[in-house]
């Protein structure tokens, strides 16, 4: 037997409640209300889904660019750059600013917009202004 105690009281049954019998929101005509008490949660989610896509499309954009240009046009990557280094390696080895770069542009981006978001989060859980 488990130790799960919802066996012995089941849930009463709510009449009108299944799934099925709701419909979503989006068939109900019903907008969700930007200006409750989770917007803040919701704005935290957005800014930080925001700075992952950009950091990382930053980061790999450049790597499937070098990648493509030393798939479809090698010459181009044998030809010397400044410095006498084939272009190809000097391509390779700008990857590490450019993946510097995003961090850093991650990093500033989080002090500035979802830090704040953040804790102003964190202090609306700690004086009980919304429950998840």
Same mark, same amino acid.
């Given at each position: 037997m488990s130790s799960d105690s919802s066996e012995? &009281?089941?849930?009463?049954? &709510? #009449? *009108? $409640?299944? !799934?099925? #019998?709701?419909a979503p929101m989006w068939a109900t005509g019903r907008v969700r209300s930007w200006t409750g008490p989770h917007r803040d949660l +919701?704005?935290? $989610? &957005? !800014?930080? $889904?925001? %700075?992952? +896509?950009v950091a990382a499309f930053a980061a790999l954009g450049y790597f499937a660019v070098f990648l493509a240009l030393t798939v479809q046009v090698p010459s181009l990557m044998a030809r010397p750059a400044p410095g006498g280094l084939p272009f190809g390696l000097?391509? !390779?080895?700008?990857?590490?600013?450019?993946t510097w770069l995003a961090v850093v542009f991650y990093e500033v981006t989080a002090r500035r917009f979802v830090?704040?978001? !953040?804790? $102003?989060?964190?202090? %609306? *859980?700690?004086?009980g202004q919304w429950r998840p």
């Open positions: 012995l &009281r089941p849930l009463p049954h &709510r #009449a *009108g $409640r299944h !799934a099925s #019998a709701v +919701r704005l935290l $989610r &957005r !800014a930080c $889904r925001w %700075q992952r +896509r000097f391509l !390779a080895l700008v990857q590490l600013p450019v830090d704040p978001l !953040a804790r $102003r989060v964190r202090r %609306q *859980g700690r004086e």
